[in-house]
């Protein structure tokens, strides 16, 4: 490493901020170009494109913004332009290219909500038919055999102690139910509709592939905005949001600093990270740094899926077995008074 090496990087990064800073300033047009633009976006990303303008338009600092995945996708076209910005026509161009090149990090995840619709309805129709039968169907059943003076088995007992339970406590627990419905009903609303309730849902539920993959993708912007490999690492291991991954970015910034070797990097990362901040030029940082959230971000989508496709037949199963659980335990017992009277 050359003595001139760490001045050569800090006027790199003073250079990027004042370019950045630039952009900034026309906040007011780019949030008019955000708003107009998602007008005709799918439902998800016109999500992400309003908090994004909400986030602007509330005096989003420099400080912020070069944490902020979305907020740099914009901003760093409109940085790097050689030309001033001085047309409504640059920025409009600049949020049509973030628009269609936006970090797909944060998207790897998404679609789990629509594979949990079909297990959802599976579950709320079990439990209605379940509610149904113990508040009208059992207790004819427990009147049958009081009749006839019976001796019921176990999972007969069960079933009828639960639906005097319900018959006994209904308006409580449909006021509980009520209540726990509204909430969420609420927090969605607040998670989809809000910048920190966006942010706050990243963080509870944000694994480490979600994490490598908005992590590289962040790098990628940081150093086509002008930062130095280890700033922009800095940067975006802080803005992780992931323990591992921002050991990784730390691991990644001390061997750059020391020149030795290949960091400690877990075994899924293989080194492309460090491989990355390698190469010599910039674009091709660039180009291995997407490709490396493009694989973290694909094999998070495939297991999310995966795993949220499953949840169907295991779904059936529950409810199968519940029916077929709850309708032995009624018959049981007549089928032993028949076999006594025959």
């Not at 639960?162 to 009903?185: N, W, Y």
Request: charged share 15%; hydrophobic share 50%.
């Amino acid at each position: 490493m050359t003595t001139n090496q760490p001045i050569d990087e800090a006027l790199e990064d003073r250079e990027a901020e004042e370019r950045l800073q630039v952009a900034l300033t026309h906040r007011q047009e780019i949030v008019t170009a955000l708003r107009h633009g998602a007008a005709n976006l799918p439902s998800a990303l016109r999500q992400r494109m309003f908090r994004l303008s909400e986030r602007m338009r509330s005096d989003l600092s420099l400080n912020d913004a070069i944490r902020d995945v979305d907020a740099l996708a914009v901003l760093v076209p409109l940085a790097r332009q050689e030309s001033p910005i001085n047309s409504p026509r640059q920025i409009d161009a600049a949020v049509a290219v973030a628009m269609t090149n936006m970090p797909q990090a944060s998207q790897a995840s998404r679609g789990g909500c629509s594979l949990l619709i079909y297990p959802s309805m599976i579950l709320a129709l079990t439990a209605l038919i379940f509610v149904g039968y113990s508040l009208f169907l059992v207790p004819i059943f427990g009147a049958m055999f009081k009749d006839f003076d019976l001796e019921l088995p176990i999972a007969t007992n069960l079933v009828l102690s639960v639906s005097d339970f319900l018959r006994t406590f209904l308006i409580p627990i449909v006021a509980v139910f009520a209540a726990m419905l509204i909430l969420i009903l609420v927090a969605l609303v607040w998670v989809r509709s809000t910048s920190s309730g966006a942010r706050m849902w990243g963080r509870v539920w944000k694994n480490r592939r979600v994490a490598m993959s908005g992590m590289a993708w962040h790098l990628a912007l940081l150093i086509d905005a002008g930062f130095s490999r280890r700033r922009a690492l800095e940067i975006a291991g802080d803005a992780a949001g992931h323990s591992q991954a921002r050991r990784e970015a730390e691991a990644c910034g001390q061997a750059l600093s020391s020149g030795t070797g290949t960091p400690p990097l877990s075994a899924n990362a293989k080194g492309l990270l460090f491989q990355a901040m390698l190469l010599e030029k910039n674009a091709d940082t660039i180009s291995l740094l997407r490709e490396l959230a493009s694989i973290h971000g694909e094999r998070q989508s495939r297991v999310s899926h995966w795993g949220l496709a499953l949840l169907t037949p295991l779904t059936v199963v529950l409810a199968g077995t519940l029916a077929v659980t709850m309708l032995a335990a009624l018959l049981m017992p007549l089928v032993s008074l028949i076999s006594a009277l025959g």
